[in-house]
């Protein structure tokens, strides 16, 4: 058994804290020790969020160390390049390639990186990154709130839990009406991330 | 049974194993959610109190009652109910009473960061602070268990780290022993605090400490933990979890009861080991008291004092204490630019957003983006604010706030200023909400005092920045009950306050005009501006959109700061997935050019 240190980021209200419980609650049900914490500015949405999830044989603190995180799922563009140094060398970045800017940037004082100099911050650490287009392809899917199903199911693919231990927890935490879609969306999302490895 | 529960849902099924009968709370991160689980169980009376004071009151009440009690907030939370705490650990309880404060260190979510363990030697009763979930939940049976034995109040502090992470709990629910004495007993001597008993009960206090520090010695969860002998770290609360993945091979004493203090225990573990450190977060409490015992023992010096703590920090100022013989520097990592910053924002929709924008306006606090050369003249309007959501007024573009204490000091602090003869306007902005909390005795202070002040309440009818609970202002109870819901307005005329005006928060002329006609006013003047927290409008229609051919992109609509309304090279759009269309309409109402319309209207 083996640890994985998860980091997933992105923007109040984008559903990554429900991806974080999920992620935890499969390796749970996997015979892991799990530890997930997030961290949350003040507001109910729109700004930055981080939920870490360690997973592991014994896990003691409930923050992963900066230069230590395995996976880090982004779920906006900008949100990945904020959290770059927390990554390990040679881990794996899957990053919904999404932009969503930032007040600062509507404004006009700041600027949106570029993706080449997104891509160039995470290169830092590691040359496995994947850049996805989660939002698109789950609006095709008919519900862009399934990002976060279609994001997990993207890491999924890097985790050693089964596919239907997933499903159980997805199914076990999403109300009747929702299931089949974030489902369908988590299915896609383990697909896409593999036409894109290989 | 095994679960994955974060802190506090791990204090509440612990409490409620323990038999907890009575709940209170007032919701504060990174408390709130204690009391919203305790609130699913039917066989127990949970409530939102209308302050951290009324809910220690109300717990011992219950505990004088026979009654094992909770009652839960957030460490300011524990300022404003250290009236009745300390009573409490004057009298002593009944049935079990403990109270949970939840301490924010790096200041994630309010006013302030404060150590409330200091609270514990102040009023001299027993503390516990849970290491992780498993011992939130253990620690609550013992804490009733403690509380009942010695006839004390209790307290229970958790940090932000704690309440808010999850990990891996084994519930076992064992048989619960009813509390001694069911029903209150007319006693005098120990209820009734005049002078002549509170003197009474004062040695008893002192002869508690005693006991409880005796107990301390043998309470199972402080605990040593021997590795090997050249390094003992003495640790509570998340700290150990950080200090054992530092120092993975050292000697430990993990305190869980951390007043009074083992100090048989301390001295046991001290003379085994060949240096002795203290890890702990914010202030050197536990380093102090040992100290004091006479035992050498660094911490501080090289930990810091504020913020949390994290494997990080704690590995590289040991590295510096030369504790850890091998460290990892640093890894470089350059960010290329300095990333923009993504601040937390009044949701689209929120009823805030357009009093703000009229303060903001009317006090000539915001330069539009075209007018990026022009100074702001002298400001008009001072704002003093309080504590919710709204408190992100303050912040560009709005820039409609002057100051943010704690809960309810906006009307004090603006009848302040009035009465210290300054020549601005003075306008208080308080949620209902915190209003209700400590806005109320405030309010009747500057009527009293013939304050020529506004008092804005803002009522979006939720306590929204916690997460939505109610309030007396709601009608609904803590468990879902309807009940009776207190109309601010009566209560405001009540006061004797008679220029009292309600408008619609999402009517930008309504509110220009109530704002100028106040401010004019002679007298103390209320405005309660009233509009349903947008994470409540159950149907989201119509969008507003851009029409490009009117728009001269003036910038004003991005003055609003709402999250809607983008730009992408130098045209102004609005994301139709985040607004939530006729239900606001603000950024219609102020468009110069009228170049913001429903969707349906651009489809001619």
């Known amino acids: 058994m083996r640890k994985f240190d998860l980091l997933i ?21 996997a015979g892991y020790d799990v530890k997930k914490t997030d961290t949350l500015g003040m507001a109910q949405r729109g700004g930055s969020v981080v939920s870490h999830v360690r997973i592991g044989p014994r896990v003691w603190s409930p923050l992963i160390k900066e230069g230590e995180v395995d996976i880090l ?96 927890i997805i199914s076990h935490r999403l109300p009747s009406n929702k299931r089949q879609i974030n489902i369908t969306a988590f299915g896609q999302g383990r697909k896409e991330i593999r036409s894109v490895c290989i | 049974m095994v679960k994955l529960l974060s802190g506090n849902e791990a204090l509440a099924l612990g409490a409620y194993h323990a038999g907890v009968g009575v709940a209170t709370s007032y919701p504060g991160t990174p408390s709130t959610e204690i009391l919203e689980y305790m609130a699913r169980f039917d066989d127990v009376y949970a409530e939102w109190s209308t302050n951290e004071k009324v809910a220690v009151e109300v717990a011992l009440g219950a505990a004088y009652a026979g009654t094992r009690s909770l009652a839960s907030m957030k460490h300011v939370g524990l300022n404003v109910a250290s009236d009745p705490f300390m009573a409490a650990a004057t009298t002593g309880v009944n049935a079990g009473m403990v109270i949970i404060s939840a301490d924010d260190p790096g200041i994630h979510s309010s006013q302030n960061e404060q150590d409330n363990r200091h609270y514990a030697k102040l009023a001299k009763v027993p503390m516990l602070e849970p290491t992780d979930s498993q011992e939130a939940y253990d620690l609550m ?40 004495q069911r029903g209150f007993q007319h006693n005098v001597e120990k209820y009734v605090m005049l002078p002549v008993y509170a003197r009474l009960r004062r040695p008893l206090i ?28 003495v640790t509570t609360g998340v700290a150990y979890q950080y200090a054992r993945e530092v120092f993975p091979k050292a000697s430990f ?42 035992i050498k023992v660094t911490g501080k010096e090289f930990i810091p004092r504020l913020g949390e ?69 002298e400001l008009k309007l001072i704002i003093t604010g309080d504590i919710g959501c709204y408190t992100l007024g303050a912040y560009h573009p709005l820039n409609a706030m002057d100051t943010c204490a704690c809960m309810g000091a906006s009307i004090g602090q603006a009848l302040g200023m009035v009465k210290a003869g300054i020549s601005n306007k003075v306008v208080a902005v308080i949620g209902d909400s915190t209003f209700l909390h400590s806005g109320i005795t405030p309010l ?76 004019d006013s002679p007298e103390l003047s209320v405005i309660i501006v009233r509009g349903d927290c947008s994470v409540h409008v159950p ?20 003055m609003l700061g709402c999250p809607a309304i983008q730009r992408e090279n130098e045209q102004v759009y609005i994301d139709t997935a985040l607004c939530v269309g006729n239900a606001c309409t603000i950024c219609q109402q102020i468009c110069p050019q009228q170049a913001i319309v429903p969707e349906s209207k651009t489809r001619r």
């Open chain 1, 9 to 29: 980021t992105g923007v109040g209200g984008q559903g990554i804290i429900l991806a974080s419980d999920i992620i935890a609650e499969a390796a749970l049900a």
């Open chain 1, 73 to 168: 799922v982004a779920l906006e563009k900008l949100e990945a390049a904020r959290w770059g140094h927390y990554l390990r060398y040679g881990a794996i970045a899957i990053v919904n390639n999404h932009t969503l800017p930032p007040l600062p940037v509507n404004l006009g004082n700041e600027r949106y990186p570029t993706d080449e100099e997104i891509t160039n911050i995470l290169r830092q650490r590691s040359d496995r990154i994947y850049f996805i287009n989660g939002t698109n392809l789950t609006r095709k899917l008919g519900n862009i709130r399934t990002l976060n199903m279609f994001m997990l199911g993207c890491a999924s693919l890097f985790l050693p839990l089964k596919v239907n231990t997933w499903k159980e």
């Open chain 2, 141 to 180: 049976a013992y804490a009733f268990d403690i509380s009942e034995r010695f006839d004390t109040p209790v307290l229970v502090r958790t940090t932000t780290r704690i309440s808010h992470s999850k990990s891996v709990v084994k519930v076992n629910r064992s048989q619960v022993i009813p509390a001694k």
């Open chain 2, 206 to 233: 002192e002869e508690r400490l005693v006991k409880l520090a005796a107990f301390a010695e043998t309470f199972p969860l402080n605990q040593v933990q021997w590795g090997e002998r050249y390094l003992g770290v």
């Open chain 2, 253 to 294: 004493l993990k305190l869980s009861m951390t007043y009074p203090l083992p100090q048989n225990l301390i001295r046991h573990f001290v003379d085994q080991v060949d240096r002795i450190i203290v890890i702990e977060e914010l202030d050197p409490f536990l380093q102090e008291s040992i100290q004091a015992m006479g």
């Open chain 2, 309 to 377: 703590l994290n494997v990080g920090i704690i590995g590289e100022a040991s590295g510096t204490a030369q504790l850890l013989t091998k460290t990892s520097p640093r890894q470089s990592f350059d960010t290329l630019q300095k990333l923009p910053q993504r601040p937390p924002l009044l949701c689209p929709g929120c009823p805030h957003t357009g009093l703000f924008f009229v303060l903001s306006s009317i006090g000539q606090r915001a330069k539009s983006p075209k007018a990026k050369n022009k100074a702001p003249k």
């Open chain 2, 444 to 519: 009747l202070n500057a009527v009293y005092n013939e304050g020529q002040i506004t008092v804005i309440i803002l009522d979006n009818r939720t306590t929204a920045m916690t997460g939505h609970q109610d309030h007396p202002g709601t009608g609904i109870s803590a468990q879902g009950k309807e009940t009776k819901a207190v109309e601010l307005e009566h209560l405001v005329r009540g006061m004797g306050i008679s220029d009292v005006k309600v408008v619609d928060a999402f009517n930008i002329k309504g509110i220009r005009s109530a704002v100028r006609n106040s401010l």
């Open chain 2, 539 to 558: 149907k989201r229609s119509e969008p507003r959109v851009v029409d490009t051919e009117k728009c001269n992109g003036c910038g004003i609509c991005l």
